[in-house]
């Protein structure tokens, strides 16, 4: 039976960042193990909207996972996603991730960051509380990943402290800041961190080929759940088959 993770974003007005998402959605396809389909979805602005796909996909497999292009947990992933997924497997956002920080990582080595520059870890912002948790995190993760400054987290919306004043604060301590776009694609909340006046300002994430790995890490991880809870809710003690690197496995 065909697989199908549908990779949902979040969706934007801008065309350059849909080009990106659609550039990332090519990267999934030519990764995908064999048997399993990658569909496009999105949860606000654009279609196709992720309950229309979850629909269509419905009448072909029960075999589906969500899995959100998105970089922290928020109402999105907590709320919107879970309501579309209608009890099907809802993936966690790719981040925090130690991948996702190698390429924070090497987008500031990339853009220029002394070693003793302050990076400010440019999010979106979300009203949730796990989106803080997570986005601290990555910054601990950047650390791991080597870069040596100081790194600071700041948002465009709705949390604080705002990338403005984080790029404020550190300069006024004597240091020059380096602005880690932590977001996927163009769109407008990189264009909010552009315009926060740090001295270098990273490109977003991207379509990077090394996002395909947290994704099917994602992916098979929920699908090893949904199995295993399949199993238990029948009563049943017998193995149950789940990738990994892209070849079943049988778990006992």
């Not at 907590?78 to 990582?105: Q, T």
């Amino acid at each position: 039976m065909t697989a199908v993770l549908i990779a949902c974003a979040h969706g934007t007005r801008f065309e350059e960042g849909r080009v990106v998402v659609r550039e990332l959605l090519e990267v999934l396809r030519a990764t995908a193990p064999a048997d399993v389909e990658v569909h496009e979805a999105y949860v606000d602005v654009h279609g196709p909207y992720v309950t229309d796909v979850v629909a269509a996909a419905r009448e072909r497999t029960d075999d589906i996972v969500i899995v959100p292009l998105l970089l922290s947990t928020g109402y999105h992933t907590e709320v919107d996603l879970v309501e579309a997924a209608d009890g099907l497997p809802v993936a966690p956002a790719l981040g925090p991730h130690p991948v996702l920080a190698e390429i924070l990582a090497d987008r500031v080595r990339a853009a220029g960051a002394g070693p003793d520059d302050t990076v400010v870890l440019a999010a979106a912002g979300s009203t949730r509380p796990g989106a803080v948790v997570d986005v601290e995190r990555m910054a601990e993760l950047m650390t791991d990943a080597g870069v040596t400054g100081p790194v600071v987290t700041a948002y465009a919306a709705a949390s604080d402290p705002r990338i403005s004043d984080a790029v404020a604060t550190a300069r006024a301590d004597g240091r020059r800041t380096v602005a880690a776009s932590y977001v996927l694609a163009p769109g407008h909340f990189s264009r909010v961190i552009e315009k926060a006046g740090a001295d270098l300002t990273t490109a977003p994430i991207g379509a990077d080929p090394r996002l395909a790995t947290v994704v099917w890490e994602r992916w098979r991880d929920a699908r090893v759940q949904l199995s295993l809870q399949t199993v238990a809710h029948n009563g049943e003690s017998r193995p149950v088959a789940r990738w990994r690197s892209g070849l079943y496995n049988v778990v006992q």
